[in-house]
């Protein structure tokens, strides 16, 4: 009983490093891309951003990081809902929140480790990993507000 729980230890801190190495991959890419930009030559993020590779072995290691880091969502969740909103019936449904992106995060991982060999190999979940900074989702908070400003 006790090699099962030091194997399943092991399996876990294991598959939380792949989720940090490839979440640093983005951060770096992001430092070397405004330590190369100019001031006099401004580049969009599209034009010099590198696209990530999505491979099977990409998609693999991501389904088991969700599948295996998937209740840092909980937290993750209070946290961003405690920052975003002052009011507390919000703060109330944030563990609730958690809960679904956990649920979600877990059988979306497992659904990748399953199909890892089956394209399509980009990411189903945003952000790709639980580490990662979530950029997309941003944007489209940023364009609905200012979407709202115009009315």
Partial sequence: ???NKKIIFIFIFLFSFINLVFSEEK???KKELTATESKTEKKTATDTEKKPEYT???KMARGL???TLCWVEIPRQ?????KKEKN?????????KGLTYTATRFCVGVYEVVTFLAPPYKPIVNPEFVFSEEKEEENVGNQNAEAGQGN
């Fill in 1 to 3: 009983m006790r090699t």
């Fill in 27 to 29: 951060i770096e890419e």
């Fill in 56 to 58: 099977p072995l990409r």
């Fill in 65 to 67: 990081s969700n599948a």
């Fill in 78 to 82: 209070a946290i961003k809902t405690a």
């Fill in 88 to 96: 507390p019936k919000e703060l109330a449904w944030s563990p609730i």
